[in-house]
């Protein structure tokens, strides 16, 4: 009886008004649209400024892009500011990469994932400015530098690029100082430091550009806002419904104050925020621009306006509702590969509540339980919700957290303070910047204001290094031979020698991908710099540069290792029976992995139910992924950025594993040609987990999570029997034993098979049904029908 009134109680919390709802509605409804204005108005800028700085050449073409492009205020939205003339609308950026948009014009409409409407109006503009571009694009230049050993691996999927044709993103900015300090504020702080400059300086004429173009930006922002102010007066003129004409008017007085202005009101802080998260996105096409830990900078507007009835909790609880709804209206477009392993239209707008204050005390408060019941209630996978939990977390912000997570969506994902506070004080942050951490995009770990960390430094695909390995440095797949060759594995005597042969292969692979990544690091850095949110980046303004160029006060770059379960689990194949028990000899699984397990399904059934996996707590594999992980994290400690910070490494997929899927061969694991790699970071193999919850967990931490600095990801799926009645509080038990034996991180879809299949032969029943699928959430029927396959047969756990 009690179980079923507390259900009732969260069911009913789960509510919205009939505007959310509305807006909702429409938002899931729209089909996603492109648009050219961006790309004109950058087009324009940048042919009037040729020759300048590219600096100044940055600013004039966000002042020209802010001035003019189309704007758009949603139907009973209380927040202003969009991305496109539409919601749900994307913008197409020139300067990164344009030859995919013009090659897939005509294809976007009839995607399997991600599809966008353009008009055939769109598309004749597009086509008519993409000859000004050719060749200067950061794909273009990056590719006519790479060495061609360095660009054929990236060619060839041994390792993914994912700032090749996009912007970079992956930050936190100081959103705190943004909304306090306001544009204007920041004006007087760039006056004063102009003013400081001395023409003795060595570089005081790139410090001098630097400033110039930060105010050029600051007076388009504000210019930018008042356009909103306008549009909103313009549309009460003619509103009949006397409630949403005051509406529009406070709206309209909300942008004439922000963001120029410090916010005085919570309602005022939420629209200097959009504004100031709008124009990052504005600025350059990089994603997993991330709110950061939004409860903390955002609670003394609420609390204040609370206490001095400026507003009710239940009104402000809808303006929360209404920029849940802002953060699913922003869009990417994305090349048709890049739909597959990022399909869904994920922004990652990572989103942080709890965790600890700088002094090491709760940093929980009542707008952290808003926040987790505003993503109960709204139920879109945007913003992606996550939670800090540490060693005397109070029980009742994680017994919250797990009930929304009992809902479905995939979200909160969990992470650790006794793991990840260390690992921010390793990467040189001091202890209250540690304490200050938060999460950008999936799983990666930054400290908001002061980093520029470069989380997208690309995919390393461990196990076609492993496939490489086997056959000496020959792709069968693509029937072609590479430089590194580590020798005949027939002549290797013992598992020790195969194992050094693979470290090889790891070092050279290794090797190109950062070369790739430095070369890309300058050039973003020289032909796409952020000056707008060098502006909220510590010590950027002070040294005069951007956060792309150096000037944060934290510069490091994380590469992502892709397949370390499968990689565990063929090592422990090779060295079973071929060395130990002698079943197989080098030729014998050659011939094998080359005909794809033909007439060999009974070996492949060994292989699989009885060769050691990893997942399920055996020393004899996770012990080999654990070797696998310190030969990367030693190995990559090595490197350095241009901006003058260090490498890490990172254990996490996105969905990155379903496109290596038909880039890597058959393999030792059992895994055929074409089959998706394991997903996640650090979880096992599709269904290899079969000794329940804690023996998956116990494996994981065997993953020393203090070498994967950069993050890992663990995807867990639940039937959803188990977040009910008294499993409830066992799970959650389980989460907190595995989180004392110094987990990193985990995250849960709550979904029967059954459901996801009937969606997928009846999607228009499910619109709104949102799963996990690495460190984002999706809306399931818009992915790809290879990932919807991958997350159906991800171990369903019944019992821990």
């Known amino acids: 009886m009690e179980e079923k009134s507390s259900i009732n109680r969260w069911q009913k919390m789960r509510e919205v008004s009939e505007r959310i709802n509305s807006i909702r509605e429409e938002m899931i409804n729209t089909i996603p649209e492109i648009f050219s204005d961006r790309a004109v108005l950058i087009t324009e800028s940048y042919e009037k400024t040729l020759g300048q700085p590219y600096i100044i050449r940055r600013a004039r073409a966000l002042e020209h892009i802010l001035l003019n492009m189309k704007i758009c205020i949603q139907n009973k939205q209380l927040i202003a500011g969009s991305f496109a003339g539409k919601t749900r609308g994307s913008q197409v950026f ?184 709008l124009i990052l996105h504005i600025e350059s096409s990089g994603h997993s621009v991330s709110p950061g830990r939004f409860d903390q900078y955002m609670y003394p507007y609420y609390i204040n306006d609370l206490k001095n009835n400026v507003l009710s909790q239940k009104f402000a609880e809808e303006l929360i509702h209404c920029l849940w709804l802002k953060f699913f209206e922003l869009n990417k477009i994305r090349d048709k590969e890049s739909s597959i392993a990022f399909g869904g239209y994920p922004m990652f707008q990572n989103l942080i509540v709890g965790g600890q204050n700088a ?49 479905g969506y995939g979200m909160p994902a969990l992470f650790n303070d006794e793991v990840l506070i260390p690992n921010m004080l390793q990467l ?54 590479y430089n ?41 850095g020289e032909l796409c710099p952020t000056p707008f949110e060098s502006i909220f980046i510590k010590d950027c303004l002070e040294k005069g540069e951007t956060s792309l160029s150096g000037g944060a006060r934290y510069n490091y770059t994380t590469l992502e290792a892709v397949g370390i379960a499968n990689v565990a689990d063929s090592l422990a194949t090779i060295k079973k029976l071929i060395y130990e028990e002698q079943r197989l000899s080098w030729s014998d699984l050659k011939n094998i992995l080359i005909n794809n397990f033909s007439e060999q399904e009974d070996l492949r059934q060994h292989i699989l139910n009885k060769v050691p996996k990893y997942g399920n707590d055996q020393d004899y594999v996770d012990n080999l992924g654990a070797e696998v992980v310190d030969k990367l994290y030693s190995e990559v400690c090595k490197y350095r950025t241009p901006r003058g910070g260090r490498y890490n490494i990172a254990l996490y997929t996105i969905a990155s594993h379903v496109l290596f899927a038909n880039k890597t061969g058959a393999t030792p694991d059992g895994r055929k040609r074409g089959m998706v790699l394991a997903d996640g970071g650090v979880s096992c193999s599709q269904g290899r987990d079969k000794e329940g919850l804690t023996a998956l967990f116990k494996s994981v931490v065997k993953l020393d999570p203090y070498k994967a600095a950069g993050s890992t990801l663990l995807n867990v799926k639940l039937n959803p029997s188990l977040l009910q009645g008294n499993s409830f509080n066992k799970i959650i038990d389980v989460i907190k034993t595995y989180f004392l034996l110094k987990g990193q991180h985990v995250q849960f879809n709550v979904i029967d098979a059954d459901t996801l299949r009937d969606a997928q032969k009846n999607p228009e029943k499910y619109s709104s049904l ?4 690495a460190g984002f959430s999706v809306l399931f029927t818009t992915i790809d029908p290879q990932l919807q396959e991958d997350i159906i047969r991800r171990t369903e756990y019944n019992n821990q």
Request: hydrophobic share 40%.
């Open 94 to 277: 020139p300067e990164y990469d344009m030859e995919f948009i013009i090659k897939e014009l005509d294809d976007f409409a009839n995607r399997t994932a991600d599809h966008f409407y353009i008009s055939q109006e769109n598309k004749e503009i597009l086509k008519k400015i993409y000859p000004k571009w050719q060749g200067n694009t950061v794909a273009d230049v990056a590719l006519d530098i790479f060495p061609e050993i360095a660009r054929e691996g990236a060619r060839d999927y041994i390792y993914l690029l994912t700032a090749l044709r996009s912007g970079i993103g992956h930050m936190i900015i100081d959103y705190q100082s943004a909304i306090s300090l306001g544009i204007t504020g920041v004006l007087e702080k760039i006056e004063k430091l102009q003013n400081k400059l001395s023409f003795n300086e060595p570089d005081f004429q790139k410090k001098s550009s630097y400033y110039q173009a930060l105010k050029i930006i600051c007076q388009a922002v504000i210019a930018f806002a008042d356009r909103f102010a306008a549009l909103a007066e313009k549309m009460a003129e003619t509103e009949d419904d006397p409630i949403r004409k005051g509406e529009l008017l406070k709206i309209a007085e909300n942008c004439h104050k922000v963001p120029a202005q410090p916010a005085r009101s919570f309602w005022e802080a939420l629209q200097s925020f959009w504004f100031i998260h």
């Open 359 to 407: 002094n090491g005390r709760s940093a929980i408060n009542e707008l952290s339980h808003l926040c987790l019941e505003a993503t109960a209630k709204i139920g879109l996978p945007q913003p992606s919700l996550s939670i800090r939990w540490y060693y005397g977390c109070p029980e009742d912000f994680l017994t919250h957290a797990m009930k929304v997570v009992s809902y």
């Open 428 to 481: 040189g942050y001091t202890l209250e910047e540690a304490r200050n951490y938060a999460i950008v995009g999936c799983t990666e770990t930054s400290v908001p204001g002061i980093s520029e960390p470069w989380l997208t430094g690309g995919f390393l695909n461990l196990l076609k290094v492993l496939e490489l390995t086997i056959y000496n440095g020959y792709d069968p797949l693509l029937n072609k031979q």
């Open 484 to 524: 590194c060759q580590t020798g005949d594995v027939c002549q290797f005597k013992t598992f020790k020698d195969f194992m050094q042969a693979y470290f090889m292969q790891l070092k050279y692979y290794l090797k190109q991908l950062i070369t790739c990544d430095n070369i890309l690091d300058q050039i973003h």
């Open 770 to 773: 949102t799963v996990r699928v």
